[in-house]
Each structure stands twice: as structure tokens, then as C-alpha cells.
């Protein structure tokens, strides 16, 4: 069964600073699915960007970005510029191929300091 | 503005109490779910509804009867609840193919008295 593990419970960063949140899993699929869904206290979760694994190109939408490194199975966040507004739980999730649920990592909550 | 739409929002009921949650979307999508989250926690998944058809139990207790009425409307009937099963309940929905995201609503914070 694929795991998704995020190793920081907890991170905070100071506003307009860069941030990256850690995101590995196991799996012994070639072709799958990567999201990651912030959480703010609203409770929504909100899709912030998503990777498929054949492609090479990390992908990019606004101040966030990704590091997928497909060898080491590591699918880090990045958040440029961080605003206040970023504050949430965040978490990493995968998806096979094969029409089968999300499984997500425990998270991360992130803190935003003024 | 989210495109799932929950409700209720709170609830709040005894033990021996029959309620039902409701989730709404008009994406077009054939997939919807039901999780229960915990404070915390990543969400947990309970069902998988596809083409209007259960297609996933997680081994979820039959006091949780989902329902799918049709392709727009996802229900969650709830009957002699336990104090353990307050939690936010999440429904989510997507396109019926795995590179598609999941689209949640806010949620519904439940609790149990």
C-alpha cells in the first residue's frame, strides 16, 4: 500500500519569506498522481497545486511551486512570498492510476509571522 | 466561494437522534465522497460514490448510510451516533479519473452528545 509521510508537524515562516514544506512516499507504481491541499481554519480544503508523475516539469501556479524529485520519491512544496493569508494545515496526497481514493500525509501546519 | 456545497454547516445531536448531511455540486462530476476528519488529522475516507453507485466502504458503521440520489446530490443519513463520531464530515467531488482533483466543501462540524 503507497504512504505519504510529512516529517514536519509544525513550520512557520516570516511574511514575505520563502518556505518549503517536505513531502515523500512510498510507492512501487510508475505512473501516479501528486496534490497538495492547504487547510486554512475555515476548514475548506483548498487544492493549492498538483503534479502528474510522468511529467519532468515541476509545476508552478503563482507563489507556490513543487519539487518532484521521482527517484527519491519527494514531492516538497514551496511557498514564495509568504502572505498571511498562507496560514493553514497543509497536506500531501497521492493518487494511482488506477481510480483508487487519495491517500494523505498527517500534514503540516504552517504559521505566517507578520 | 466553494463549489460543493454542505449543509448543515453545525450540527449538533443525542445520541438516539436520525439527522442527515447533504452535499451539493453542478460540476458535472461522477465521482463524490464522504471523509470524516478529526482535529489535526488528515481527512479519513468513509465512501466512494461513482456513477451514482457506491463503489468504496471503508468499513464504515452501518449507523453512516450514504446516499446518492443522483449525479448532483450526495447524502450521509446518520442514526444512533457515538460520542466518538463528532467530527467534521468533508464531501468532496471530482471527474471520474484519477489525474482529476478532488473539489471539497466546508464541511459539516458534527457533534454528538
Known amino acids: 500500500a503507497q504512504t505519504v509521510t510529512q516529517s514536519q508537524p509544525e513550520m512557520s515562516v516570516q511574511e514575505a519569506e520563502t518556505v518549503t514544506l517536505s513531502c515523500t512516499y512510498d510507492t512501487s507504481e510508475s505512473d501516479y498522481y501528486l496534490f497538495w491541499y492547504k487547510q486554512p481554519p475555515s476548514r475548506q480544503m483548498i487544492l493549492v497545486i498538483r503534479q502528474e508523475a510522468y511529467k519532468q516539469q515541476n509545476a508552478t501556479e503563482n507563489r507556490f511551486s513543487v519539487n518532484f524529485q521521482k527517484a527519491a520519491k519527494s514531492f516538497s512544496l514551496k511557498i514564495s512570498d509568504s502572505q498571511l493569508g498562507d496560514a493553514a494545515m497543509y497536506f500531501c496526497a497521492y493518487r494511482s492510476p488506477w481510480d483508487t481514493p487519495l491517500v494523505f500525509g498527517k500534514g503540516t501546519r504552517l504559521s505566517v509571522i507578520a | 466561494d466553494t463549489e460543493v456545497t454542505q449543509t448543515p454547516k453545525h450540527l449538533v445531536m443525542g445520541m438516539t437522534n436520525k439527522k442527515s448531511l447533504k452535499c451539493e455540486q453542478h460540476m458535472g462530476h461522477r465521482a463524490m465522497y464522504w471523509y470524516k476528519q478529526k482535529a489535526k488529522k488528515p481527512p479519513e475516507l468513509m465512501f466512494v460514490y461513482s456513477y451514482e453507485k457506491l463503489s468504496i466502504n471503508e468499513s464504515v458503521p452501518s449507523r453512516f448510510s450514504p446516499e446518492c440520489p443522483n449525479s448532483s446530490l450526495l447524502n450521509l443519513h446518520l442514526h444512533a451516533l457515538q460520542p466518538e463520531d463528532s467530527a467534521l464530515y468533508l464531501c468532496?467531488?471530482?471527474?471520474?479519473?484519477?489525474?482529476?482533483?478532488?473539489?471539497f466543501g466546508d464541511g459539516t462540524r458534527l457533534s454528538i452528545l
Open positions: 468532496a467531488s471530482s471527474q471520474v479519473s484519477s489525474n482529476q482533483p478532488q473539489h
